[in-house]
């Protein structure tokens, strides 16, 4: 049995025509809470994210017109899975004994040993791409990454680091 994951909450104020707002959802999409409603929103806008990494455009179009067009995605909030990714342009997966995280396409380097180098040489995302010779882009879906799935990256730098600490010879 694997253990459960971690769970932070996480408390906002709305304005009362937003719960109004919410609640109208809520009953309107079957959904049993406030909570749910904001992991189906959270998971869109997910979603909306991965389509743009992929290089896709996010449009909203009216009934009649998406009619017309023979090919298309569709946002089926459901079906919608919080944190899958797929289609990143500059990031890929590697095989590895322990690693999970994704690699910088072209290079030796996670993703987090890119962000290690860029907070311990506090590198701005334009310096970083320039020092080490990477394209912009790749330095921003690294960075986007990271920010959704900062615990494993994280988890597995602690990791790295305390394997080469472990193999270091006594003086």
Known sequence: MSAPTAKQRIQ???PDEQVRLMDGL?????LRSRADLWRE???AF?????????????VSLDNETLAQI?????????????FTFEGYRYLVARPHPWRRQLCL???NMTVGQLVATMKANDLSPEEAAQDMELPLE????ALAYYD???DLVDMELREQASRVAAKKPAP
Request: proline share 2%; net charge positive.
């Open 46 to 58: 997910l979603w909306i994210v991965n389509e743009m990494l992929a290089g896709r455009r996010v």
């Open 26 to 30: 809520i009953r309107r999409l079957s």
């Open 12 to 14: 906002v104020d709305v």
């Open 105 to 107: 396409k072209g290079r």
């Open 70 to 82: 023979t090919r298309y995605k569709e946002l089926n909030l459901v079906a919608v899975q919080p």
């Open 148 to 150: 959704l799935h900062r």
């Open 41 to 43: 929103s959270y998971a």
């Open 138 to 141: 790749q330095v921003r879906e």
